[in-house]
């Protein structure tokens, strides 16, 4: 009796791992660039997948995404709806955005989205991403970063931040020389702050969450937070 289970859970394990390979086969880059000249702003917006944003040496802006199927196991979308989806581009008042345009009767929650940006190092980023992971480094002219559900991780050598996540954690890396007001919150969660060394103590109330604020007399301002999950924040000027 045990071995014609054994058969049967192996023939259903190899019809799932075929599955899979079909589906992986399914993938789809789009990718394009951009003169940076004239922006001040990149912003992008995703649904499912993950954002990868990083500072480059040119004054060249360049998107590469790859799409899949989200499912992984049964049905979804194909390759040829993957073919319909195509990247849509807005310049105005010096500030580019960027995101997908899906195809009537294709629903973003059925699709995965992997995002890898490179960006001159003194513009301002701007990300939001539905579920999934944010990464953002090197870029010194601002971050402004959300994820609904994921976790959100920046790194970079100075500019504003301004990092938040729903359900998630939150890290940020400085080196700023120039830190200003630092304000952080974890409604369900912890916060940790760490500057050139030093530890400093948040504050807890009676709920399960923690808050900090810090007054600071530079120009790079922080605000790091999520509403159910852990806020970190460490600057390290050298």
């Given amino acids: 009796m045990m071995p014609k289970i054994l058969k049967l859970l192996a023939g259903f394990i190899i019809a799932m791992m075929s599955v899979t390979t079909a589906n992986a086969a399914d993938t789809r880059e789009i990718g394009d660039s951009f003169s940076g000249d004239g922006i001040d702003v990149v912003s992008i917006n ?34 040829e709806d993957l073919e319909k989806i195509t990247l849509k581009s807005a310049s105005k008042k010096g500030k580019l955005s960027l995101g997908l345009d899906f195809p009537d009767g294709l629903d973003e929650d059925d699709i995965e989205e992997h995002w890898e940006i490179e960006i001159p190092a003194r513009l301002q980023a701007k990300v939001r991403i539905g579920v999934g992971r944010i990464r953002i480094e090197g870029v010194a002219g601002g971050v402004n970063a959300h994820a609904g559900v994921g976790e959100v991780r920046i790194d970079v050598p100075s500019g504003d931040v301004r990092a938040h996540a729903s359900v998630g954690n939150v890290r940020v890396k400085s080196a700023t020389k ?8 974890a409604d369900v969660g912890n916060v940790s702050l760490k500057m050139n060394g030093k530890n400093y103590q948040a504050e807890r109330g009676w709920g399960p969450g923690a808050s900090l604020e810090l007054e600071g007399s530079g120009t790079d301002e922080f605000d790091v937070s999520a509403d159910v999950g852990n806020a970190q924040l460490t600057i390290s000027s050298g």
């Fill in 46 to 79: 995703a649904g499912v997948g993950s954002v990868e944003l990083i500072a480059g040496g040119g004054d060249e802006i360049t998107v590469l995404v790859s799409v899949e199927p989200d499912d992984g196991w049964f049905g979804g979308p194909d390759r």
């Fill in 178 to 185: 120039s830190a200003g007001n630092i304000e952080m919150d």
